[in-house]
C-alpha cells in the first residue's frame, strides 16, 4: 500500500494520542489516556514520524487550566479511533468538583441523577447505569449499589488524571455495556518529565445551615498529590492522599400517595416531611508506582483505597392522611377541589409520628492491579495485567418514634388544616405542639408491631441494615503485532478472564423500649434543640438524641426476619465466571484519497453464572426459608467494526457497528423466591406451587449499534460535531409468569411429601425488542476564533435528543427506558487569560424515569422531574499572572446549584410525591503546586 504523506500524518497523530500524548499540548503528557482504537500502548514502538509530531507540539503555544483541559478532550476525540468522550485534568488534583459524577455529567450525551443534592449516578446516551459499563485504569469497578451501577460519589476528583467514555466499542474493549464504558484513570508517572507536588485545600458552606440543631453546615477538602521520577527515570512515582468532609442539608416534602375519596377525587393519603442534615465524609489513597529499566520494559502498580462514610440526621411528622389514614382514625373534610384534586380541607383526629431518625452509609473501596508491558520484539508486544476491586457497604437506619400516647387511639389527637402548595408539598395548620416534652413521648403512637414477636402497639422504632460486598478478580493477557507497510497496522488478540460474586444480606429489627409498655419522656442529656419544620407550617417539633439513646440500651431489638418473607428473599449471593477471547486488527488505507482509519474485531464471551437464596414460605406467621442454588451457562459472539475518514485536514466522519451486551441486574439474577403451596392440588397434577422472585438464569440485554458521526475541528481549541447512534435492542426484560421446578423444596404444608414438583413464578425473563436512538450536537467555539480581542473566552455546548421504541410483550403499552431523557443539554461559558479564570455552567435534563430507595430499602423506580442546575466559578492563578513572588498559588471561589434547583418526583398521575430543597453550597478554594 502505498502511504501518502497525509496518511502517514493521520498515523502520526492517532499514534501519539495513544502513546499518551495529545497532539498539539505539552501540558497533556500527565494524563494516563486511555487507549483509542488499539489494544496495547506503542510507547515502545513509535516511528520517526511520531517523534516529530511530538517536537512539533513544542512550538505550540502552551494553554492552561479550563482551556487546556478543553484543548486535551478535543485531541482525544480528534484523534481517537472511536467515538469518545473525555475530560483531562492539567495535573492531578485539579479537577474542582467534589466528586467525578460532577465533572462527568457534563460531557455530551451523558446525565447525571442526584442523591442528597450530589450527582451519584450516570446515565449514558439515555441508558441509566445498569447499562454502562465502569472501569479504573481500564479494569471493571465493583459497586456500593445493590446492582452493577457506580455511584460516582464514591469517587474524588482530586485523584483522577483524567476520564473517557467509549460510546462505540472496539474488541479490545473487553468491559463493554449497550450504552458505552466510563474509564477512570490516574496519571502514569513516568509520562511526566518532572517532579510535581501540590496541596489543595477548601472550605465549603451550604446555604440552607444547620437545619438541625446538631448537624453541620461547613466542610473542608485537603489534598496531597506528588509525582516524582528516580533512577534515571526508570521509577516513577505517584500519590495522592485527599481528605473530605461535605455538610448536606435538605427541606423535603414526601407524600404516601394520592387515593381517591368516595368522590372520585385524588387527596393527600398520608405524608413524611422532614428536614435532613447530613455529613459526608470521604478519606482517600491513591497510589502508582511504575518501573521502566529500558525501552522494552514497563512495570506499573496501581492501588485505591477509599474509606466513606455519609451520617444523616432526620427528623419530622409523619402523617396519616386522608383514606390511608382512616384506619388509624384519622378524618377526612375535603375543602377546595380543583379538576379533581382536593387543593386544600382538613384532617382530624390525627395521631402523627414524630420521628427522629438517624442513618449512616458506610463503604470501602479496594482496588490493586498489575501491569506488565513488554516488547518481545521492534514489532509484537506482550501485555498482562491483573488486578481485584473489592466494596464492603452498610447502610445502618435508625427509626425512632414518639407521639401523645402508645398504639392507635390512645392519646391527644390533632386537627391539620392542609393547603396543597402546587409542586412543593402541603402547608398545614395545626393545634398541638410538637416540640412540648411533656405531650409528645417516647413510644409508638401508632399500632405499627406486627401483633406476633411484637405487640401491635410495641414498635417504637425500627432498623434497616442492608448489605453489601462485591468482589471481583482479573486477569488478562494481550499480543499485538505491529505492521510497518501494508492495510494492517496491528494485530491484536486476548484473553481476560473475571471472577465476581456479590452478594446482599437484607436485615431488619423491630425496636422497642426497654420499659415497655411504659412510654417515657426523653431523659435528660439526650435533648437537642426543637427542629423547625415552618417550611410547612408544623412550627417545631420535639428532638432528641435517638442514636444515642438506641448505644445506650433504651431499646430492646427483635429480628423482623422470623416474621418477614422479604427479609430471607432479599438476602442472596450472585457468582459470574467469564471469559472473553478477542481478535482484533487496527488497518490504515485511503479513500478516494482520503486517509481511513479504523479497527475491525470480534469477542467470544462465555458465561458461568450462579446464584445463591432462599425459597420462603409463611407458617403460622413465621417465614419458613429452603436455601436454593442454581444458575446457567451461555457465550456471545460480539462483532465491532470502527472507521475514521479524513474528509481534510480538519473534518472527520466516523461510522461504528458492533453488538453488545449489558450483564442483568444482579437483584433479578437472584434465585430466592417468595411462594405459595395449594395442598389441594398436590395430588391432583395441577402445580401446586406460586411464587415471585428471581431468575438466575437471566441472560444480559443485547443490542446491535450503528453510530454515525460528523466533526469539524476549526481551530486548535474549537470543533463541532453532529452524531446519530442507533441502539437495536435484540432483547428486553420484563416481569411474566414461568414454568419453575420445585424440586429440593418441602413446604410446611405438604406434609412431608410433595407429589407435583411444577409451578408458577412471576419473574424477570427476555420477552421483548426495541430500539432507541438520538443526535448529538456538539461544538466548542473560542473567542480568538472571532476576534483576537475576544482571546481567552469560550463556549462549550452539547444537546442531545433522544427517542425510545418499546413496546411491552405483555400488555402492549410502552416502556419507559430507565434514564432516558427526551432532551439533555449542557453548557459552559467561560474566560481563561493572564491567571484569571472565570466561568458557569448549566445542565438541564428533562424528565426521566429514575431509580430510589423505597420501603426498608427496597429499590423502585420513580418519575424523575427535570432540572436545570447552574454552577460557577472565579479563580486567579498567581504564577499563570506573572507573580514570581506568588508562583505555585492558585485561589478559586465555586458555588454550586446556584438557582437551589430541587430535586422532584412524580407518580403515574403527574402528582408530587417527593419533593427535596438542598440549598446552594459554596467553596473557597486554595492550591498550591510546588
Known sequence: MKVTNRLKTALDKQQASSAGVFYRTTLSACIAAAIAGVSAPQAFAQSD????????????????????SIRDSIDQKRFSNVVVESISAEDIGKLPDSSIAESIARLPGLAAQRLDGRASSISVRGFNED??????????????????????????????????????????????????????????????????????????????????????????????????????????????????????????????????????????????????????????????????????????????YIDFLDEKILRGIEIPGAIWGGGFGTVYTPGTIDNGFVTSGTLSNVMGVVRNDFEQRDATLKNFGVNIEYALS???????????????????????????????????????????????????????????PALIQLGGPLSWGNGNTVPADGQDGFINIPEVDDELSAFRIDLSKDFDQGFLTQVSVGLNYTDRTKEKRDAGFFLTLRDYPNRSGVPSGYEVAPTSLEFLGLGSMLSYDSFGLYNDGFYVETDESLTSNNRLINSWSVTEKITTAFIQADFATELAGMPLTGNLGLQYVDTDQSSRGNAVTSENGFAVATPREAGANYDHTLPSLNMSLELSDNQKLRLGLARTISRSRMDRMNSGFGYNFNSALNAVGLPPFSAEGGNPELRPNEADQFDLSYEWYFSDEGYVAVAYFYKDLKTWQEQTEILEDFSGIIPPGADGVVNNTGGVVKAWVDTTTGSIDGFELTGVLPGNVISEALDGFGVSVSASFLDSSLDSAIDGGPIVVPGLSEEIINATVFYEKNGFSARASVRDRQDFLGERFGISFSREFTTVEGATIWDAQVGY??????????????????????????????????????????GRTYLINARYKF
Open 131 to 304: 447499562f454502562s459499563t465502569t472501569t479504573f485504569n481500564g479494569r471493571e469497578q465493583v459497586s456500593i449499589d445493590d446492582n452493577r451501577g457506580v455511584q460516582f460519589d464514591l469517587y474524588p476528583s482530586e485523584i483522577m488524571s483524567a476520564v473517557t467514555v467509549y460510546k462505540t466499542p472496539t474488541a479490545s474493549l473487553v468491559n463493554q455495556g449497550i450504552a458505552g464504558t466510563i474509564d477512570l484513570q490516574t496519571v502514569r508517572p513516568l509520562d511526566r518529565t518532572e517532579s510535581v507536588a501540590a496541596i489543595n485545600i477548601s472550605a465549603e458552606q451550604n446555604s440552607l445551615k444547620n437545619l438541625n440543631a446538631d448537624g453541620e453546615d461547613t466542610g473542608y477538602r485537603g489534598t496531597f498529590s506528588y509525582i516524582d521520577q528516580f533512577a534515571d527515570n526508570t521509577v516513577g512515582v505517584a500519590l495522592a492522599l485527599s481528605t473530605f468532609e461535605s455538610p448536606n442539608n435538605e427541606e423535603r416534602w414526601n407524600a404516601w400517595g394520592y387515593p381517591t375519596d368516595d368522590a372520585g377525587n385524588s387527596v393527600l393519603g398520608g405524608a413524611k416531611p422532614f428536614v435532613r442534615s447530613s455529613n459526608l465524609q470521604r478519606d482517600t489513597f491513591m497510589g502508582v508506582v511504575q518501573f521502566q529499566p529500558n525501552e522494552a520494559l514497563s512495570i506499573t502498580a496501581d492501588a485505591l
Open 49 to 68: 514520524a511520531s517523534s516529530d509530531a511530538v517536537d512539533n507540539v513544542l512550538e505550540e503555544v502552551v494553554v492552561t487550566g479550563f482551556r487546556a
Open 378 to 436: 521492534d514489532s509484537l508486544t506482550l501485555e498482562v495485567d491483573a488486578s481485584s476491586s473489592q466494596t464492603e457497604r452498610t447502610v445502618w437506619s435508625l427509626e425512632s418514634y414518639s407521639g401523645t400516647g402508645r398504639g392507635t387511639g390512645v392519646g391527644a389527637t390533632d386537627t391539620l388544616g392542609f393547603t396543597m402548595d402546587g409542586q412543593e408539598g402541603v402547608t398545614f395548620t395545626n393545634q398541638l405542639n410538637y416540640a412540648d
Open 877 to 918: 492563578d498567581f504564577g499563570e499572572a506573572g507573580i514570581e513572588a506568588l508562583e505555585g498559588l492558585a485561589l478559586s471561589f465555586q458555588a454550586q446549584n446556584l438557582t437551589d434547583e430541587p430535586y422532584s418526583t412524580i407518580n403515574g398521575d403527574g402528582f408530587v410525591t417527593d419533593f427535596q430543597r438542598y
